[in-house]
């Protein structure tokens, strides 16, 4: 089955979390994180709007994916 590369979302306390995972070639996978108030346009001024470092390499989507919602509940944590 082929991985979903949509937006996907979670309330982190405060803040709202979406993850996007993409394939960075034919055998790593990257992530994009975004982070708002809940309520607030996702793609606001206000939004924190993250991508995983090039060194980071994940095998497969689902790990990509974990450290997209990691990533994202540290910078909830730094909006709060």
């Known amino acids: ?13 405060t803040h709202e979390i979406q ?13 994009t ?4 108030r809940p309520g607030t346009n996702i793609r606001a001024a206000g939004t924190l709007l993250e991508a995983s470092p090039p060194t980071d390499h994940f095998k497969s989507p689902e790990d990509a994916e974990a450290a997209g919602w990691a990533r994202g509940k540290i910078l ?3 909006l709060a």
């Not at 082929?2 to 309330?11: D, N, Q, T």
């Not at 994180?33 to 708002?36: E, T």
Request: net charge positive; aromatic share 16%; proline share 6%.
């Open 76 to 78: 909830a944590e730094q």
């Open 19 to 31: 993850v996007q995972v993409k394939p960075r070639s034919p055998i790593e996978w990257e992530y």
């Open 1 to 13: 089955m082929a991985y979903s590369s949509e937006w996907k979302k979670r309330v982190f306390e």
């Open 33 to 36: 994180v975004r982070v708002c």
